[in-house]
């Protein structure tokens, strides 16, 4: 009999939103940390939690923890939020465009098909367009915003959470009361979101990594003097300490990290995976252990071409199933 080979799988979980504010204070101009984070950030973990063996690795930005923190702990709003806590009389046209125009930024087939109110405001939208606000009731503007929100939020809270399963039923009519409950529901599974992660962590169930606090690239913060040709001496960029805010910015991030988890990550994904000889040796000099990149960095580093099939399946997968 042939001996079968245990094959070692690495799940690698990377989770990055960028800045949305203008101001410390302000407004987020985006929803997609709140989104995503009722969505995927909580759940993703907790599927750790049903599988004994499973361990996985998450990454997490920085600027995302602070962000989850903003909504979940400082009661932070980002535009589309603002809006859904608003009472539609109060909302103006451009308001109401607002809304027409970003409340079905979400997956056809998956969250908006499936549900019976939705996909008809949708259709109506699509048909009529929205150059004349007054396609849809004040109602019905009510609905949309309900209904956007509830289609971002994962399954399982729509059965386990009542209050939730409850308004999902409902599926029309809703009131400024139902949109606030709503966004309160999403907070309260936000600050789920690091207590959860914290307590996998403490039990080696998942391992976490960080990235640059403001994800940069490093290779050019950290070779930015070598990468223009012919460089004039008065080009004020090269007077920069590129290669300080590099440092600065992968220290901010272990320390960042450490603090909120209670451990300090041994390893880095540089931002976009982009690495050269001087991030490695700056990421050593910081205590970091290991860090990741891509098969195109890999074969450019070793000088080898990586064919693939037509199907994708790589010809010679030697070089890509090991550690370097």
């Known amino acids: ?29 985006m929803p997609w940390v709140r989104l995503h984070a009722v969505k995927d950030y909580l759940d993703m973990a907790l ?28 009661g932070a709003h980002d535009i589309h939020s603002r809006m859904t806590v608003s009472p539609t009389e109060n909302l103006n046209n451009e308001d109401k465009l607002f809304i027409l125009t970003n409340f079905f930024d979400a997956n056809y087939q998956t969250m908006i098909l499936p549900n019976h109110e939705y996909h008809r405001l949708y259709q ?24 956007f929100n509830l289609a971002w939020m994962d399954p399982s809270y729509k059965t386990s959470n009542a209050d939730l399963k409850r308004l999902v039923k409902k599926g029309r009519n809703y009131t400024l009361e139902d949109r606030i409950q709503i966004i309160e529901i999403q907070r309260e599974i936000i600050r789920k979101i690091i207590p959860s992660i914290k307590k996998l962590v403490e039990k080696n ?16 913060l950290l070779d930015y003097k070598n990468i223009k040709k012919n460089p004039s001496p008065d080009d004020e960029l090269l007077s920069l300490k590129t290669e300080l805010d590099a440092k600065l910015q992968t220290k901010m991030a272990l320390d960042r990290i450490e603090e909120v988890f209670g451990r300090r990550p041994r390893g880095i994904w540089p931002s976009e995976q982009c690495v050269n000889g001087k991030t490695l040796e700056m990421l050593s000099g910081l205590g970091v252990e290991w860090s990741i990149s891509d098969e195109g960095i890999l074969a450019n580093s070793i000088n080898f071409e990586f064919e693939h099939d037509f199907k994708g399946y790589l010809k010679e997968p030697y070089h890509l199933l090991k550690t370097y």
Not at 16 to 27: A, E, F, I, R, S
Not at 124 to 147: E, F, N, P, R, W
């Open 124 to 147: 109506i939208v699509q048909a009529a367009g929205t150059d004349d606000v007054s396609i849809l009731t004040d109602q019905k503007y009510s609905d949309l915003m309900a209904l």
């Open 205 to 220: 169930k998942i391992e976490i990594t960080t990235s640059p606090y403001f994800h940069p690239i490093l290779p050019i």
């Open 47 to 74: 599927w750790a939690k049903k599988f004994d063996k499973l361990k996985l690795n998450f990454n997490f930005v920085p600027v995302l923890i602070d962000s989850i923190i903003d909504y979940g702990e400082k």
């Open 1 to 29: 009999m042939s001996q079968t080979k245990k094959l070692s799988i690495a799940f690698y979980w990377h989770m990055h939103q960028p800045v949305y504010q203008l101001t410390p204070n302000g407004d987020f101009l």
